[in-house]
């Protein structure tokens, strides 16, 4: 396998840097598309550890992958919803800042 | 169906027949022909319940009857009465009675006014029957809650404040009551056995000493806010100030009641041991509310508030009578309920009388009355004296009973906060001595009150019923308190048994 | 022994009349009320009359004793097993002697008022009222406990209130009255404590069992004591101060000259003859107790009593208002009732001075009545209270001035007149037990045979003045009442009450002392000396000698300024110091915190509504910042 | 596995095709035929709801990843009613001129939304889970932003679809540590090899954290209240009530059956959550003005009291949760029923647009105060019933402190519920809103609502019936 000699840390510490990129995206990018791509890692980190979990921990079975591919599918889907709101809120807003979007508040 | 059920099935048919009544006069119609019937069933009641006790029926609880409600809880319907419950009944009907017939001029919405006094009136009868605290708990808000509307819609004055202030406070009251039964329902069973919220089942199992001090002080000081406890009482002068006349009436003469009867029934009878212990701190602030609240009453303006704050003495009274725990007191207890509650009711049926034809409720701003009313003022006499405990009304007896059997402890504590106690009755003296002689007597003050009419046929019912239930307790004592006495028997051995 | 129940009507029928009166007596003619009254007080007296004839003449006293006899008792209201109230009737030679009086001077003022009260507004309610008293009182002398005592004590003064306020659209009558009930209601106070003490220790309320010599306060060696004195010491004084209220003594008298208000005839029947005496009649009651139990509570008797009746004596002097010399002179004689209380002892010769304060009150009872029935037909005459405004007026009313002559004598204390007789046993009782008692009495004597006789001048004799219309002779209806009083209060004297009233129910030979009797009578006759000089012709020497003596003038002329010192207690301490920081208290403190907790919830509720920015990124950041603050503390709690 | 182990998929199956069914029916229907659409998807998911109460046999397929039980049973049956209400009361709404184009897919997207949450109910591990989660949360975003002209609906929507996202980010990513430390997602087996190291308590908090922004707890709420308010009033009912409830029966579920080892340690959680969401809640709703928002905040505050029946860890306490989210789903509905009516009729959303309704609208005043003060857990409405078993079952843990808070919060709760009863039947109005007369669909949801919110806590039948199905720790 490609992975051979590869310690699981090393793995793990990448998705939990990808995990916190993207918390720090999410926290501070103004822009709601790059909001949802900041999401985006947050899920691909979360796939990396079931993977990475199954293939070093678990290598008879295979939940982990399967469950990442769920996960990729449902991404996609959640993707396709959040941009189509975002379009909608461009229409309103004539803008996708998220500062903007704060006709609702207290 | 069960005698007692009809209590509270009696004014909820009423209210369903006023749903379909079409104007004021239809509605006071059917809610007098309603209250009459209580008062009937009620003298049919007190009758029956006589009758058992000659018969020789020893039993504690009479015309008992039990439905299961909530069987994995262990949450039943129980119902049953005892001298004490049957005499609060006897009080609430004819209040109730009175009530309907003091506010027979309701311009305003009368429907509604009518439907959620009896539906009020229905929560305190089931209060008085129910067994089971869970039920009782029920009635007890159901009988709370009404207030909020009645206050708030029909009100005077800063009536908004008053009702949302009596509505918060007393269901802050009824919040440690909450927990307070939660503690007593999971303590009711020694382990491994079914819990249950049977009043007599509990008292038989009793309840683990250490639980009954964490619990007592929360269930007393919850009816404590019912009864008007010192420092938790402000909701009763502005309450009162602000309620048109018979929810003061029903309010005071027998809702701050349900605060007595719980804080007896539930607070003290569950959990003696705790009470022992813990009485001197409640006897202190009821001794305060009793002095305090009378001399608080003599430089009030309005008769409203001068009437509160007696009730806040008066009904100090009751809950020092409670924690006194002994037959007497306990005996006078009950009678001070009822007395006061009857006084009470008359109190501020005439005032609501006399501020219908004044339109103001200070006195500096009346006088000389008697004059013009003298029906009202005859009967405002009556009250003040019977509420300075005058021989012959129903105010001397129960202060009597109170204070005999209050001095009967033989600590030097007790006896102290009697002599306490007993020094209000000079300063009732004073404050009802100083509205009679500023409101009747004397010149007329303002020369519009030179042509207004006496009291017209409904008001002098409402007023006679109560002045005749005055007398008869004043003049008759004996069977009501053996009565109650009968009932109190077991209960006290218990309270002593804890010493 | 006879059967007595007879006599419970002789309350129930005044009762009666009160409620036919007061609940239909609107709907007759006034005096319709006017004649069912008397009618009925009239069968009351009656059927008294034919009671103490039975029991002390008849029956008379059972081997060598006059029985204390429970003729009617009824349980009202249970406390415990031992203790509770019954109703019912006791007699005894006090409350026979009582009954009779209280009948004798009720009746005289109801005939009286037929005259006096005549087209006053609210003639029924008077009648109705005077049926309510005679009631109370009644119920109050008959009383077979202390505790039936206590209520009836209680309605007489209640009725006292509604006949002092009777005229309730005069501020002063609607003041007096109030002032009355409130200083008698606290005085009720230490009534009722006294009752409290008491039924503890003794554990029962009934008379007879707390006087009778084997009873539980006699035996009862009464280990708790407070300063010195046993508890049963201490209830007997407060019960006393009870008695005290009522009686108007020192310093609970104010409300006397005041009561004075009222109606001339509710003065006569309630302010002279009857209610004030239940003080007396009270310790009277409670007699063996005190004097064998607790002979330090009787002192303080004697000692109140003997300074009441020389303070009142001295204020009498200087009034203006007739009715108020007579209200003072009242308390003094009632002071003097008490101090011959106080130095009196328990058995046959000891007791002289119980016997002599119960002849005294029944003389005094006569001749005060007829003192303020004849005052109220003077004032009848002439519109006026003020003596200044009278004089000269024996021409016009010549029946009112003999006889109002005679109660002068009689209360003076010459012979062979009742008074005399009465004042003089007290004054050998107090001779014999208390000289400075003695003192006290015997100046008194003096001082009430002055001031009667300045009074008496000033009315009838002084100068001439001229009336706007002249007086007239009250009516038959109101004149022959005073015609029988002074018939009574000349012949009463003659009664041999010592051997029907005495301290243990034992007859006993009582004899005029010479010793005492002639220094009081020559006492009597200088006063009445002085006052013939000073009144007699209209002549300066009043004013001089006021002039010389102006402090104690002014003092006694202000009544000692006791009326200001109460107004300032109450008026100042209670209302101002009291009353009014506790409703403020109420208001601003006890009810602002619960205000103030309600304030805290909606203002935090506005304090933290930033939470709420509406920007999502923030609400990130809680969410992950609480996130991970969870995790942190949940990490470490396990870790530990 | 046979095909009659599919048809204990029963709920999600019909549902299912229901959804298709309406797809279909609505490309037949065009122009203002397509109203018709309502009344024949009402009786469609009647006739569901109605199959959902039939007997069904219990057990699990897909090799334990579903399975089905009578709790499950319940749990879903409930939801439908609720459903079945939402939709009755959204006939009126639907109607609209606006809303013609798009009436398919409100069906649609909301038993989508419910397939999820049956999913979610009967998922026997993290998987079947997450798919029911997501499937539960997604269409509703949609649904949100349904009004997509209105700019308070968009934002409604985005703010929704973002932080479920993130929400469910950070869940999963518990999940995957979970997944790490014990091998398997799996109900059974998980519960099976848990230890409560650090690492576990992390993921545990993660996975929480996720449940707890479905179920709006402080402070994982703040996409509630204005949710709710941008989101038409029917989908903000849906949510409160639906989505809000399953969510709640999830995460007592999964408490109780994964979790057990750990009880003290999620109890502390939920304390701590308990106490947090009712007091903020209620501090929050105090002052507010607009109904909906008013009611979002209230029904933060109510999820605060759902913890104190979850936190009972026993057969009582599940009993407790579930007939208080039953009681929940009456009383809610029917104040929602009130506004939505009011807010269809005139677009009045205000508290003070309500003074003096009761002169106009006697028995909608009456309905509403009849479901603030069930809210406010006053008798004899069902709230009480469901407040005090709730409180019950904490004490029943001896938390007696905790309850003393919350019946404090209650006590601070009815404060603001007699807010509107305050305005409706005692301050003065000059022009009030006019009297109007709903139609058929909304009438008979307000009535099933007001029935249910009046009867379920006296007749104690359907508090044993839940009773007899419920469970306690696995």
Redesign the interface.
């Known amino acids: 396998m490609m992975t051979e000699g590869i310690p699981l840390e090393y793995f793990l510490i990448v998705s939990t840097l990808m995990f916190f990129i993207g918390i720090f995206g999410f926290l501070t990018r103004k822009n709601l598309i790059t909001m949802l791509m900041s999401i985006e890692l947050i899920l691909n980190s979360v796939n990396i550890n079931f993977v990475a979990f199954n293939s070093y921990l678990y290598p008879h079975q295979m939940q982990g992958q399967f469950y990442s591919l769920i996960i990729i599918a449902v991404a996609a889907a959640e993707a396709a919803v959040a941009i189509a709101i975002i379009i909608n809120i461009y229409r309103n807003f004539r803008s996708i800042e998220t500062d903007k979007v704060d006709e609702m508040k207290y | 169906m069960d005698i007692l059920s009809w209590f509270v099935a009696i004014p909820v048919l009423t209210v369903m027949a006023i749903l379909f009544a079409k104007d004021l006069k239809q509605t006071r119609i059917i809610s007098a022909i309603g209250m009459s019937a209580q008062l009937g069933l009620t003298t049919w009641l007190v009758y029956a319940y006589l009758a058992e006790r000659a018969a020789g029926n020893a039993a504690a609880w009479l015309f008992k009857y039990d439905v299961t409600?909530?069987?994995?809880?262990n949450?039943h319907y129980t119902v049953g009465v005892d001298g004490i419950s049957v005499a609060m009944i006897a009080l609430t009907s004819v209040v109730i009675f009175a009530g309907v017939f003091a506010s027979w001029r309701t311009d305003y919405l009368p429907r509604e006014f009518f439907i959620s006094l009896i539906l009020l009136s229905s929560g305190v009868f089931g209060f008085f029957i129910s067994l089971d605290l869970?039920t009782m708990f029920?009635?007890y808000?159901?009988a709370v809650?009404p207030m909020?509307?009645l206050i708030?819609?029909w009100g005077t004055g800063p009536?908004?404040y008053s009702a949302?202030?009596l509505?918060?406070?007393l269901?802050?009251g009824s919040?440690?009551i909450?927990?307070g039964l939660?503690?007593v329902?999971?303590n009711s069973a020694p382990a491994g056995q079914q819990l249950t919220f049977n009043l007599n089942e509990i008292a038989a199992n009793g309840i683990p000493v250490v639980a009954q001090q964490?619990f007592f002080p929360m269930l007393f000081l919850g009816f404590g806010v019912l009864g008007a406890l010192?420092?938790f009482?402000?909701?009763s002068?502005?309450g009162h100030a602000s309620a048109p006349t018979a929810v003061s009436m029903l309010h005071a003469g027998v809702l701050m009641k349900l605060g007595g009867y719980g804080a007896f029934r539930v607070a003290i009878y569950l959990m003696p041991e705790a009470a022992q212990d813990q009485a001197w701190i409640f006897i202190i602030l009821t001794s305060v509310s009793v002095v305090?609240g009378a001399?608080?009453a003599?430089?009030?303006k309005d008769l409203k508030y001068i009437n509160a704050y007696s009730s806040v003495s008066h009904c100090g009274l009751v809950l020092f009578a409670i924690l006194m725990m002994n037959?007497?007191a306990l005996n006078g207890a009950i009678l001070q309920m009822i007395s006061h509650g009857l006084m009470t009711a008359l109190f501020f049926a005439l005032i609501g009388m006399i501020y219908g034809r004044t339109h103001t409720r200070m006195i500096n701003e009346m006088g000389?009355l008697?004059?013009v009313l003298p029906f009202l003022g005859v009967a405002y006499v009556i009250a003040g004296?019977a509420s300075?405990?005058?021989?012959?009304l129903s105010g001397?007896?129960a202060e009597?009973?109170i204070?005999?059997?209050a001095?009967?402890h033989t600590d030097l504590f007790h006896?102290f906060v009697?002599?306490m106690a007993?020094?209000s009755?000079?300063v009732t003296?004073?404050y009802i001595?100083?509205v009679v002689?500023v409101l009747?007597?004397?010149?007329i003050r303002d020369e519009h009150h030179l042509h207004l009419t006496d009291a017209t046929w409904w008001e002098r019912l409402s007023t006679v019923t109560l002045i005749t239930a005055i007398a008869a307790v004043g003049i008759f004592?004996?069977w009501l308190?053996?009565m109650i006495?009968f009932s109190l028997r077991p209960i006290v051995e218990r309270i002593v048994a804890a010493l | 022994m006879t059967n007595y129940s007879y006599t419970l009507f002789i309350p129930l029928i005044p009762l009666a009349m009160f409620l036919l009166i007061g609940l239909t007596g609107h709907k007759f003619k006034p005096i319709v009320s006017g004649y069912a009254g008397t009618l009925g007080l009239t069968v009351a007296a009656f059927l008294s009359y034919i009671t103490a004839i039975r029991y002390f003449f008849i029956e008379g006293a059972v081997d060598g004793t006059y029985p204390m006899i429970k003729a009617v008792s009824t349980v009202w209201l249970r406390f415990t097993d031992t203790l509770h109230i019954d109703l019912g009737v006791l007699i005894d030679p006090i409350s026979v002697m009582m009954l009779v009086v209280i009948t004798t001077v009720s009746l005289m003022v109801h005939l009286y008022s037929l005259g006096y009260m005549k087209g006053e507004r609210g003639f029924a309610r008077f009648y109705a009222f005077l049926s309510l008293f005679s009631f109370s009182m009644l119920g109050l002398v008959l009383a077979t406990n202390i505790f039936q005592m206590y209520i009836f004590w209680e309605l007489v003064g209640v009725s006292s209130f509604l006949l002092i306020g009777f005229y309730y659209e005069k501020p002063s009558a609607v003041a007096a009255s109030k002032k009355a009930f409130i200083v008698t209601r606290f005085a009720d106070l230490g009534f009722l404590i006294g009752i409290l003490m008491l039924s503890f220790t003794t554990d029962t309320f009934d008379f007879k069992t707390l006087t009778s010599l084997d009873g539980p306060i006699i035996t009862s060696t009464a280990g708790a004591s407070f300063m010195g004195l046993s508890v049963i010491t201490w209830s007997l004084i407060f019960i006393f101060i009870g008695g005290a209220g009522k009686s108007a003594m020192f310093p609970l008298h104010i409300w006397l000259p005041d009561a004075m208000e009222g109606p001339t005839p509710v003065s006569a029947l309630i302010h002279a003859a009857t209610m004030v005496v239940a003080g007396v009649y009270l310790v009277a009651r409670l007699f063996p107790a005190y004097a064998i139990a607790a002979p330090d509570a009787l002192h303080v008797v004697g000692y109140v009593g003997g300074f009441t009746s020389l303070f009142a004596a001295v204020i009498a002097i200087t009034q203006i208002d007739i009715k108020r010399v007579l209200a003072f002179s009242t308390m003094s004689q009632i002071g003097y009732m008490m101090m011959s209380l106080g130095v009196s002892g328990y058995g046959d010769h000891e007791g002289l001075g119980y016997m002599a304060s119960m002849f005294h009150l029944f003389t005094h009872a006569m001749f005060k009545a007829l003192l303020f029935l004849g005052a109220g037909a003077i004032i009848h005459a002439v519109h006026s209270n003020n003596m200044t405004d009278m004089g000269g007026l024996r021409k016009y009313m010549p029946i009112t001035h003999i006889t109002f002559l005679i109660a002068c004598l009689t209360i003076a204390g010459i012979p062979p007149l009742s008074g005399f007789w009465s004042k003089d046993e007290i004054l050998a009782a107090a001779l014999h037990h208390n000289p400075i008692l003695f003192g006290i009495g015997f100046g008194v004597a003096g001082l009430t045979a002055f001031y009667m006789f300045r009074l008496y001048y000033n009315i009838f004799w002084g100068t001439d003045r001229h009336y706007h219309h002249t007086p007239h002779e009250a009516p038959a209806i109101m004149t022959f009442p005073l015609l029988f009083l002074a018939v009574a209060s000349v012949f009463s004297g003659f009664l041999p009450f010592s051997h029907m009233v005495t301290s243990d129910g034992k007859p006993f030979e009582a004899h005029t002392d010479m010793l005492v009797a002639i220094p009081s009578v020559v006492i009597a006759l200088i006063g009445i000396t002085f006052a013939t000089i000073m009144y007699k012709k209209p002549s300066t020497i009043p004013d001089r000698l006021a002039g010389s003596i102006k402090g104690l003038y002014k003092a006694s002329l202000n009544k000692f300024w006791f009326d200001e010192i109460y107004l300032f207690v109450t008026k100042r301490v209670i209302f101002a110091y009291i009353s009014r920081p506790i409703a403020w208290f109420d208001r601003h403190v006890v009810d602002a915190t619960m205000n103030l907790v309600g304030w805290t919830v909606t203002t935090a509720s506005n304090k933290i509504k930033g939470l709420q920015s509406g920007q999502l990124q923030q609400y990130a950041m809680v969410f992950v910042s609480s996130v991970v603050i969870l995790v942190l503390l949940f990490v470490y709690l396990i870790s530990k | 596995m046979t095909f009659q182990d599919i048809l204990l998929m029963r709920h999600e199956l019909l549902l299912s095709v229901l959804m298709l069914l309406i797809l279909i029916i609505d490309l037949m229907l065009k122009g203002e035929s397509r109203k018709s659409l309502i009344p024949v998807s009402l009786t469609l998911f009647l006739g569901v709801v109605i199959i959902g109460f039939l007997p069904a046999s219990e057990g699990s397929i897909f090799g334990g990843m579903y399975k089905t039980n009578g709790t499950t049973l319940l749990m879903k049956n409930i939801l439908n009613i609720a459903t079945l209400i939402v939709f009755l009361q959204s006939a009126a709404w639907l109607k609209k001129e606006e809303n013609n184009q798009k009436l398919a897919e409100f069906f649609i997207l909301i038993l989508s939304t419910l397939i999820g949450m049956n999913l979610m109910i009967s998922s026997g591990d993290f998987l079947m889970f997450y798919i029911g989660l997501e499937t539960a949360t997604i269409p509703l975003a949609a649904l949100a932003a349904y009004t997509h002209h209105q700019t308070k609906s968009a934002e409604a929507g985005i703010k929704l679809i973002l932080s479920s996202a993130l929400s469910s980010g950070i869940l999963l990513y518990g999940i995957s540590m979970i997944y790490g430390t014990t091998g398997s997602v799996y109900f059974t087996e998980v519960a099976a090899k848990w230890s409560n190291e650090p690492l576990n308590i992390m993921a545990f908090i993660f996975f929480f954290s996720g449940m707890a922004f479905k179920i709006s707890l402080v402070p994982f709420h703040l996409w509630t209240a204005d949710v709710y308010e941008g989101a038409p009033v029917n989908v903000t009912s849906y949510l409160s009530v639906v989505s809000k409830g399953s969510a709640a029966f999830v995460l007592m579920t999964v408490l109780y059956t994964v979790f057990p080892a750990m009880v003290e340690h999620w109890q502390t959680v939920l304390y701590v959550i308990a106490v947090l969401t009712m007091t903020i809640g209620n501090l929050f709703a105090l002052r507010q003005k607009n109904m909906k928002r008013f009611l979002a905040f209230s029904s933060i505050a109510q999820a605060g009291f759902i913890l104190l029946g979850i936190i009972g860890a026993s057969q009582l306490g599940m009993t407790t949760t579930i007939f208080f989210v039953l009681t929940y789903v009456f009383t809610n509905l029917a104040a929602f029923g009130v506004v939505s009516a009011i807010s269809n009729e005139t677009g009045k959303e205000n508290m003070d647009d309500y003074n003096g309704l009761y002169q106009t609208n006697p028995k909608l005043s009456l309905l509403l105060m009849l479901a603030l003060f069930s809210l406010a857990g006053i008798p004899p409405v069902a709230g009480f019933f469901g407040k005090f078993f709730l409180f019950a079952s904490a004490a029943s843990q001896s938390f007696y402190w905790l309850v003393f808070i919350a019946v404090v919060n209650a006590t601070i709760s009815l404060y603001y519920y007699l807010l509107p009863v305050k305005a409706i039947f005692i301050n003065k109005n000059e022009n009030p809103i006019p009297s109007f007369k709903s139609d058929v669909y909304t009438r008979t949801g307000l009535i099933i609502a007001a029935l249910g919110t009046l009867l379920i806590g006296l007749l104690s039948i359907s508090y044993e019936y839940i009773a007899s199905l419920s469970y306690g720790l696995q």
């Open positions: 409600w909530f069987t994995s809880l949450i869970f029920l009635f808000e159901i809650i909020y509307l708030g819609i009536k908004e949302m202030k509505t918060l406070m269901m802050g919040a440690l909450m927990v939660l503690g329902y999971f964490f010192f420092p009482h402000t909701w002068p502005d305090y001399f608080g003599v430089v009030q037959q007497t000389g008697m004059k004296l300075l405990g005058l021989p012959g001397f007896v009597m009973t204070f005999v059997g001095y009967q006896r009697t002599i007993t020094t009755i000079v003296a004073v001595l100083r002689g009747l007597f004397g010149p004592p004996l308190s053996d006495n």
